[in-house]
């Protein structure tokens, strides 16, 4: 009888070993992490990006106070923007936490707007403009900024991969297990985002 018992418990335990991986991949248990990975790897390239973009505002600022009589109200709007931006803390975890998230979003959007600032008024300075410094600063902000457009769109097609996986039957079973929920992506920032917005001179 014990060894009946032994048997038994013996089968039944290379039962679940055959079929559980089965029955994790009948789920989405392994779409969810792969999923689950796609969106992290996006995120790193989005704050690879942003990072890029904080590390270029202190030469940009020395760039435009050497030029002297610069309007320091426009400069210091930049660097409280920054300020802001590198006193969060980030890391992946962000991702899970959309009242961070959106923190992060609206910093990164104060800097994006106290960089543009900067740019139109940096037009009225001719002898900033004529210096190469200047000129190569601007042109790898603009690149930045592109790169940073090019992996937030990343970051919100890999969210929307991975929150489709983590809605959809049979993968939600799989994303149950893992304790995963829906994530949030970026939104923008301004109420008329749809709108050119007005430019005066």
């Known amino acids: 009888m014990t060894t009946i018992r032994a048997l038994l418990s013996r ?19 392994n779409e969810v992490i792969t999923q689950d990975e796609n969106v992290k790897a996006a995120w790193a390239e989005v ?36 300020a802001k931006v590198g006193q969060m803390k980030i890391d ?8 961070r998230l959106q923190a992060f979003q609206a910093n990164q959007g104060a800097l994006s707007s ?4 900067l740019m139109v008024v940096a037009e009225r300075y001719p002898q900033l403009q004529a210096t190469a410094g200047y000129r190569d600063l601007q042109a790898q902000l603009e690149g930045t900024e592109n790169r940073i457009a090019v992996a ?16 959809h039957f049979p993968t939600s079973i799989g994303a149950s297990m893992r304790d995963k929920k829906t994530r949030e992506t970026f939104e923008a920032t301004t109420k008329n985002a749809a709108e050119a917005p007005e430019v005066q001179f």
Do not use: M
Request: proline share 4%.
């Open 47 to 82: 704050e690879n990006q942003y990072q890029r973009r904080a590390d270029l505002v202190p030469n940009l600022v020395k760039t435009v106070k050497a030029a002297g009589n610069f309007e320091k109200e426009t400069l210091q709007g930049v660097v409280d923007a920054r």
């Open 152 to 167: 937030r769109k990343r970051y919100i097609a890999a969210v929307s991969d991975y929150n489709k996986v983590v809605l």
């Open 11 to 29: 089968a039944t335990f290379i039962l679940c070993l055959t079929i559980f991986p089965l029955v994790a991949t009948g789920c989405g248990y």
């Open 114 to 117: 106290a960089l543009s600032r």
């Open 92 to 99: 992946s975890s962000i991702i899970d936490d959309p009242k």
